[in-house]
């Protein structure tokens, strides 16, 4: 069996957004410029609405097909014009062999965006030896180790006025999710006032959800190390579970600085690329959880392989949620010690999943494996049509 072609196309097809209440963006690295921070974050429109999603397939001379998305523009540029002319004719099931060239073939490649382009390709692979085996991918990585996995909600997009966000995170925790993870609004730019409210935040969240209930906060690479390090210390009473991307990840130094300013547990992860970034996170003792995305850090291969090395240092990998599928499937093969969650980012999961014919929500907080072949990405073909985008 030998690739015979790498399709890019977009899939069309009408969806709803559900009715979701005004909300808040997090706070982001532009933000001390004034001409950004005044930018706000917008929900859909609650009704129907045509949406186009970008698809990689992998197409084979024995007619199996392997396939991933949604993913970007920018991803679908350096497959079309990189990956592509290499890919054709190799042998898809040779997953390590592709995966250890591609990180070879481009000089200025083994990070950013060039490798969020072969992680898709890695993904799509997996999908289709899963495929030509019949078999999921999580049991051709050595699981199941678990019929299901927890997936914490993650809030992106909720109002974080305290009193909203009470009324729901308690609605969530109702649920059955054991845990939560809420992101921050202010940042430098925001002074005195903006630090206020995000402890404001924190306070009423651990107040409303209780002392033990897993409750984590993101900042999203939007502070710099002194305005992270007084944070830390004013929220390190409310027992948090992490504190997510206070800093840009390349800032290791930065990172082990304020580690050692509070108790605060530190995570970081979904921008960075490969085991070897990883390493250097964990052997300078910078980071309590790896966050690495399966869509962007190399696939689903690269993530296995991170897995292993957070196991070494026994710090735990939670991967970053853009998508689901890929991370599910890498979780449901690893210990629970190295994997103990899923994230699942509650208003962006209906639109990710929207044109696809099986979809995955949590039941009580728990995401069931999936027991289709591959990934389980299938697209609901009855009301979705395909404009080819290769060329």
């Not at 009193?163 to 430098?188: C, H, I, M």
């Not at 190399?298 to 991170?306: D, Y």
């Amino acid at each position: 069996m030998k690739i015979a072609d790498v399709v890019l196309f977009k899939a069309s097809g009408t969806w709803q957004s559900p009715p979701f209440p005004p909300g808040d963006r997090q706070s982001q690295a532009t933000d001390i410029y004034p001409e950004f921070n005044a930018r706000g974050w917008q929900p859909g429109p609650g009704v129907p609405q045509q949406i186009s999603e970008i698809y990689v397939e992998i197409q084979t001379d024995s007619g199996l097909s392997g396939l991933f998305g949604p993913i970007e523009e920018y991803q679908a540029d350096v497959i079309r014009s990189l990956l592509r002319p290499y890919l054709i004719g190799r042998d898809p099931l040779a997953i390590e062999l592709l995966h250890d060239q591609m990180l070879r073939l481009h000089r200025h490649g083994r990070s950013g965006i060039f490798m969020t382009g072969v992680s898709p390709i890695d993904c799509a692979l997996w999908d289709l030896k899963g495929k030509a085996l019949g078999q999921p991918i999580y049991r051709l990585l050595g699981g199941p180790t678990r019929p299901a996995v927890p997936a914490y909600a993650s809030m992106l997009g909720y109002s974080i006025d305290p009193d909203e966000a009470v009324s729901v995170a308690l609605d969530f925790k109702a649920r059955g999710f054991s845990a939560q993870k809420w992101f921050f609004r202010y940042g430098p730019g925001d002074g005195e006032s903006g630090k206020a409210r995000n402890v404001a935040l924190v306070k009423a969240l651990r107040e409303a959800l209780g002392p033990f209930y897993p409750l984590m906060f993101d900042a999203y690479m939007g502070w710099d190390l002194s305005y992270a390090s007084e944070m830390v210390r004013a929220m390190e009473p409310f027992n948090l579970t992490w504190l997510e991307e206070p800093l840009a990840p390349e800032r290791v130094g930065a990172f082990r600085r304020l580690g050692k300013a509070s108790r605060v547990p530190l995570a970081t992860g979904e921008h960075v690329y490969t085991r070897w970034q990883v390493k250097e996170l964990l052997v300078n003792d910078a980071i309590d959880v790896i966050q690495t995305d399966p869509d962007w850090t190399g696939g689903i291969s690269e993530l296995v392989k991170i897995c292993t090395l957070g196991s070494a240092f026994e710090v735990p990998v939670v991967a970053h949620g853009h998508s689901l599928l890929a991370a599910l499937h890498v979780a449901g093969a690893q210990s629970p010690s190295t994997v103990p969650y899923v994230e699942f980012l509650y208003r962006h999961q209906a639109r990710k999943q929207a044109l696809h014919k099986h979809q995955f929500y949590p039941e009580n907080g728990n995401l069931t494996l999936p027991d289709l072949p591959g990934l389980g990405l299938v697209l609901d073909e009855d009301r979705v049509t395909r404009e080819d985008m290769t060329v």
